[in-house]
């Protein structure tokens, strides 16, 4: 294997790394959404109840 070739597949994982982590880092920002609007209706009952 070359150093080329070695260069190469570091690349190769760094990219895989960074797919990776962007595919969590949307899988937080829906869940984060999701849970924003959660506590956002909860709020909302919890004044129509007047508590």
């Known amino acids: 294997m070359t150093e080329i070739d ?3 597949e570091k690349i190769r994982k ?3 790394l960074i797919a990776k982590l962007k595919s969590e880092n949307e899988a937080l920002k ?3 959404d999701f849970v924003k609007l959660r506590v956002e209706e909860l709020l909302a009952r919890l ?3 007047g508590r």
């Open 6 to 8: 070695r260069l190469e």
């Open 14 to 16: 760094i990219l895989e």
């Open 30 to 32: 829906k869940t984060k």
């Open 47 to 49: 004044e129509k109840t």
